[in-house]
């Protein structure tokens, strides 16, 4: 039996209907309360950009000297006498499950 046949589309459409006023009503007041002025908007914007950018150690990848395939790769090696470092997937990378 479907969730469906067991639940009636008025419970649903209620249910419904209470989360979309609620989360109007949540995302209506705290916008209201900091984001009225857009100056202050436009700081607070700015301040959590530099918040979140990266740090000097998280920036470290960046020193990789990645390549597009492997023949360019085993190029790059062979000119720089260093060794390769092969990644592959097969998954969704964001899982951690590579």
Request: charged residues 30%; glycine residues 4%; hydrophobic residues 45%.
């Amino acid at each position: 039996m479907r969730i469906i046949d067991r639940v009636s589309l008025q419970a649903v459409m209620a249910l419904l209907f209470a989360v979309i006023a609620l989360s109007r009503v949540s995302l209506t007041s705290a916008s209201h309360a900091r984001y009225s002025d857009p100056d202050k908007l436009a700081r607070w914007v700015d301040h959590r950009v530099r918040q979140l950018q990266p740090t000097r150690d998280e920036r470290r990848i960046d020193e990789i000297g990645w390549a597009k395939t492997v023949l360019e790769a085993e190029r790059l090696a062979g000119e720089y006498k260093r060794p390769i470092f092969l990644f592959t997937y097969a998954g969704n990378i964001d899982t951690g499950r590579c």
